[in-house]
């Protein structure tokens, strides 16, 4: 199997979890938002070789390598660009990256004849709900850049599929990620300040961030605060392992939702990290930010349905294992990732 982005965080749990499952891993990974060190951490708790290509999805020669060098049955896309505010203020690098690297990989796919595919799309496709929980049939109508990239990627997997039958695909549209490996060993480390609330609040617990903002304590929930379907990132790499097994069993493709199907509040979250950790969490309520939601979760029926598939982690679970990876880790991996520019030195400099 291959994995782009397989050193990221959603990435490499699925990579514990595909050896686990018995599957040979290939990871691939630019290292511009992860760390070389997880390779070592993920060999660890496999207790197998799992083999590392350092290079872009974007890089139709690196893809084209790894498709002859190695026997690849699968592939499962986690490579991109995720935050949805910095998708606003840089909106060419996330359809560069999000659209180009499923272009280029689709491309290298099909020249080597690769016909199966697993992709992390995102509930985000979604937009303002117009009913809840989110079912799969829902109108597509993503409210900012992240969300178009995923649609637009997802749109353009089934347009390959129609034009080259052979191919089968399943898009998971996860809803929010948080928690990580019960072992402590690997888990969320976001470059810079963290966009998602989870990391952040392990921040603020560890003692890296002096409080929490809440953006926004005025919205029409039972507190105030906006409202997530949070999956822990073990049930979501479970999801990934039964829509694998469905498409070698079953070749036919499929979208599903990956939520637990209910949300929780802000303050509900902080509140059980503090039980969780011991530790007050310090919070200020701020002003909403644009195009956040109220309130957001998911249908799961037809992923239970279709893979045999249901998330079993609790809220206390995440914040727990949450808690175990930052305060074993309390600076996350021990080195510092690559930045986006100096990886695209690096590739020119192999070019030339």
């Known amino acids: 199997m291959l994995v782009t982005g397989g050193l990221g965080f959603v990435g490499s749990h699925v990579c514990v979890a595909l050896a686990e499952a018995g599957y040979d891993i290939v990871a691939l990974d630019n290292l511009a938002n992860a760390r070389l060190s997880v390779l070592a951490r993920l060999r660890e708790i496999a207790g197998r070789r799992i083999s590392f290509v350092r290079a872009d999805v974007r890089d139709g020669r690196a893809l084209a390598q790894v498709f002859r060098r190695r026997p690849v049955a699968a592939v499962l896309h986690f490579a991109g660009l995720k935050a949805v505010h910095e998708s606003v203020a840089q909106p060419l690098e996330y359809y560069d990256t999000n659209v180009g690297g499923t272009l280029t990989l689709l491309r290298a796919m099909r020249q080597h004849d690769v016909r199966r595919l697993v992709f992390s799309s995102s509930c985000t496709v979604y937009g303002a709900p117009e009913s809840l929980p989110l079912t799969e049939t829902h109108p597509l109508r ?3 850049p992240y969300g178009r990239t995923k649609m637009i990627a997802e749109g353009l997997i089934a347009d390959c599929a129609a034009a080259w039958p052979e191919l089968k695909y399943a898009l998971l549209r996860y809803f929010n990620p948080v928690g990580a490996h019960p072992s402590g060993r ?19 617990a560890v003692g890296r961030r002096a409080k929490l903002n809440v953006w926004g304590g005025d919205y029409d929930t ?36 990956l939520g637990t199907g209910r949300g929780y509040s802000v303050l509900e979250v902080v509140k059980t990290f503090e039980r969780v950790c011991g530790r007050p969490i310090p919070y200020e309520i701020r002003e909403r930010r644009a195009g956040d939601l109220a309130q957001s979760w998911a249908d799961a029926t037809l992923a239970e349905r279709l893979l045999g598939w249901r998330a079993r982690y609790g809220l206390e679970d995440m914040c727990r294992d949450a808690w175990r990876w930052q305060s074993l880790n309390p600076d996350g991996y021990p080195e510092r990732p690559v930045s986006a520019a100096e990886t695209r030195r690096r590739r020119s400099r192999r070019r030339s």
């Open 186 to 204: 690997i888990g969320e480390d976001p470059l810079g300040v963290p966009n998602n609330l989870f990391p952040y609040i392990a921040q603020v």
């Open 222 to 257: 039972q507190d105030g605060t906006g409202v997530r379907d949070y999956i822990h990132v073990m049930d979501l790499a479970a999801g990934h392992v039964a829509a694998l097994a469905r498409l070698e069993s079953q070749p036919e493709s499929f979208t599903v939702n």
């Open 142 to 144: 993503p409210a900012n």
